[in-house]
């Protein structure tokens, strides 16, 4: 591993996850103008980060928090993480998918589960990844293009983060973190190597096929995740706070900067400002610094209200929060009008965000606090 203390935070984690921030600015403004369609598809790999951090982080919880605690966080993730999939898709409860909270909620739990219990090596998460990523094609052999409620969209494609083939990233992290960094050098040469190769043997990839999950699109996400991982244990720059400021607090507030981007987007693009800004329209990455610079403006306001005592009361207790995960699934039954139900979704969600660490605080319990109180009793 690359820490011996699991309580300590690895700062390339968080930049990881900052890294994932920006990219998902380019991929969710998905700008209609010239070229910018191989700016968006490539920005797409942003899940790719978030899913193999989240993967690490579960494995060095495991070491450290007792599961009650953890798996009830994860179950508030999963929940309250479907305010997103209204913003995203006012009639999400008509045809459920797991979007990307859901799916972190189980990939995490399932990674923190086997820490928990089994304890496996580098390896055996290698062999894990790929058997994740495989056993979609037999499942939808079985299937024969058949679709069953509750089974499709939520544990194979089609959808928009199916279990399988996505949980083949966790594990894939997890590797990407434990082993020798040399092997993450070596296995991102030889998916890249396959990946350029392939297709010039007559080899059809169906690279764009992000969704049903392709093998071109598998090997491009195993390259760029090895790589990436590579990279940022390889370079020193990573492991220090000096120069990495933007993608830190991007990565440490990554819940937060989901809720606040995306809804932000689509209130720029309702109002065409990337057609009606002519500069814009020649030069889309400036929309994309406009959407980076209100994005952090905003999320500075609300972590400064965050750490306003008086606003941290009410989420000390689970009441409220058992509340706000009511409110997600009530509010479209009980509301009529959507606008208001999109902007309480978005409320619903900043809230979760800003105060989701307090939850964890209040559910989890260290293994050595938990030994110490059995000791003492």
């Known amino acids: ?43 797409g790999l942003a899940p790719a980060f978030f899913f193999a951090v989240s993967g690490v982080t579960a494995s060095l919880q495991a070491a450290r928090y007792k599961p009650r605690g953890v798996l009830l966080s994860y179950l508030f993730l999963f929940l309250l993480g479907f305010s997103f999939n209204r913003i995203t898709d006012p009639g999400f409860l008509e045809e459920i998918n797991f979007d990307l909270l859901q799916m972190i909620a189980i990939g995490s739990g399932l990674v923190y589960l086997l820490e928990h219990r089994l304890r496996i090596g580098a390896w055996i998460y290698f062999v894990l990844a790929l058997a994740a990523f495989s ?34 990233l966790f594990f894939l992290g997890v590797f990407a973190y434990r082993t020798r960094n040399v092997f993450n050098l070596l296995f991102a040469l030889f998916a890249g190597g396959l990946f350029f190769m392939l297709p010039r043997l007559g ?39 000096t120069g990495m400021q933007l993608f830190l607090f991007l990565g440490t507030n990554s819940l937060l900067f989901l809720f606040v981007h995306f809804p932000l987007i689509l209130y720029l693009k309702d109002h065409n ?30 972590t400064w209200i965050s750490r306003i005592k008086i606003t941290t009361i009410p989420f000390r207790y689970l009441a409220t929060w058992v509340s706000l995960t009511a409110s997600v699934f009530l509010a479209g039954f009980i509301i009529k009008n959507e606008t208001w139900v999109y902007w ?21 319990k260290t293994k050595t606090t938990a030994a110490a109180t059995i000791e003492g009793s």
């Open 135 to 168: 056993i979609k094609f037999l499942i939808l052999g079985i299937l024969q293009e058949r679709i069953i409620y509750g089974i499709s969209g939520i544990l194979v494609p089609p959808g928009i983060f199916p279990v399988l083939p996505w949980l083949f």
């Open 1 to 43: 591993m690359i820490i011996t203390n699991p309580s300590a935070r690895d700062l390339r984690l968080d930049i990881l996850k900052g890294l994932g921030c920006l990219l998902m600015i380019v991929a969710h403004s998905a700008l209609s103008l010239r070229g910018y369609q191989p700016y968006a598809f490539y920005a």
């Open 273 to 302: 400002v990337q057609r009606k800004v002519l500069t814009i329209n020649q030069h889309p990455y400036l929309f994309w610094l406009l959407v980076l610079g209100l994005t952090l403006i905003i999320m500075l306001a609300f």
């Open 203 to 241: 080899i059809n990839l169906d690279l764009e096929n992000k969704w049903n999950m392709s093998v071109g699109y598998f090997l491009m996400a195993c390259t760029v995740v090895l790589a990436v991982f590579f990279l940022v244990r390889a370079i020193p720059i990573f492991q220090q706070h």
């Open 344 to 364: 309480i979704e978005i409320s619903l969600g900043i809230l979760f965000a800003l105060y989701y660490p307090q939850l964890v605080r209040l559910l989890k």
